[in-house]
């Protein structure tokens, strides 16, 4: 167990390798209710976040999810989230753990003059996240509709599981198909306990943060405070598929729109040591005698089994192919820039 935003949270249960190779074969299913979730709703919801955040919350449907950013005038990221449009007045945010109360504030201080309420509903929403190849069969045996028809990035708001009425979405952070479960706290605990008894047969397993952490990894999905923060725009982590600059206005459009114009100074590569050690966050990445960056995130892959990461270096080193040195532990190992969708399944998020 450890200390996670606030939050006591098992890192793993049985062990990292274990809970992510059942992940990547069977299913996995994580407490993950130290997510936030905001309401925003009233009859300028819509423009509100249109001007907020950086994807077209124009192309939502009722019933949709879409994946975006929220970023600062300067264009560094207040945090990456998933947006759910219920109807064209009402939307429910879900955020990081670690960014609640600053995205809160945020949220309020651009509310202006929109007809709209803003409310924090973290405090009262438990969340969990059945994900991996049979994590469907196995939520469809306490559910009272056919997951067949919630496609990804789609939800159903009002489904019955374990006779409880939650939200339920075809979203994740693994790679691998899946879906995560809203719910009262006090419900929770039920379905948790259910889906383990009818998830035996299937070899579900509970996982911790540290396999969480390895499969997003995996699947070349960014984590905030690593490859996405105040300082690291959403173009220089490799996301300007979901920064729509063709939109009337965003916060953060007009810096977002001048690095584009003039070409990233820098941005996140993938990489793959091809010497041996493993290379952990803040670790310097060097050329020659240079420093032209930094490790954001270095694992051995439990899925492919070679020592991998994320680095931000300056973008005139960035060709894939290229060899770099990691400093690990002040002595230089030998690496080769590679592309950072490390795995080859379809990530789990979509425009």
Sequence with gaps: MIDFAGWYMP????????????????????????????????AQAKSYLQNLLTNDIERLEDNQAIYTFM???????????????????????????????????????????????????????????????????????????????????????????NQISALVSRTGYTGEDGFEIYCKNEDVEKIWNK??????????????????????FEAGLPLYGNELSEAITPLEAGFSFFVKLDKYNFIGKNELKMQKEKGLNRKIIGFELTGKGIARQGYEVMVDENVIGYVTTGYKSPTLNKSIGFALIDSSYSE??????????????????????FYKKPTAIHA
């Design 11 to 42: 890192l793993e249960y049985e062990g990292l390798i274990k809970e992510h190779e059942s992940v990547r074969n069977y299913a996995g299913l994580f407490d993950v209710s130290h997510m936030g979730e905001i309401i925003v709703k009233g």
């Design 71 to 161: 970023c600062y005038p300067n264009g560094g990221v207040v945090d990456d989230l998933l947006v759910y449009r219920f109807d064209e007045n009402y939307f429910y945010l879900v955020i990081n753990a670690s960014n609640i109360e600053k995205d809160f504030k945020w949220m309020n201080e651009n509310k202006q003059d929109y007809d709209i309420q803003i409310e924090n509903i973290s405090s009262k929403i438990s969340e969990l996240a059945i994900q991996g190849p049979l994590s469907q069969r196995i939520l469809q045996e306490i559910c009272d509709e056919n997951l067949d028809e919630i496609k990804s990035f789609y939800f159903n708001k009002n489904i019955k599981v």
């Design 195 to 216: 889906l383990f008894e009818v998830g035996e047969k299937y070899k579900l397993k509970p996982c911790g943060l540290g396999c969480r952490d390895t499969l997003r």
């Design 320 to 341: 894939i192919g290229k060899d770099v040195d990691i400093c690990i532990r002040k002595k230089k190992v030998k690496a080769k820039i590679i592309n950072k969708r």
